[in-house]
């Protein structure tokens, strides 16, 4: 039996791929083991998840919303969530202006 290519959510699957210029879990592993980190795919997948979640439970409090872990845990895990909060980023680190302005 083959191994899902990725984990289903309500909205699609949660996955990282180089199509959309980032890369996936296996290449940030290598990174990180390069740079000194040793790190194999599962770990970098887990530190991602573990970021998103603390971000997700970040904005929830401060929109004084539902801050339960498994409510945090399914919000970190939604594509658009990631993607949106990587575009966040992405924008303040290069000083871009949101599309809304």
Known sequence: MTMPNGFRTAHGYATVSSSTGGNDYR??????????????????????????????????????ENVSTDVVKRIAREPSFQDGLGELIQDEFLGKKSKKD
């Open 27 to 64: 290449d940030v592993a290598r990174q990180m083991t390069e740079a000194g980190h040793q790190m194999n795919h599962a770990t970098a997948r887990n530190v991602l998840l573990g970021a998103m979640e603390k971000f997700a439970a970040a904005i929830l409090t401060h929109y004084g």
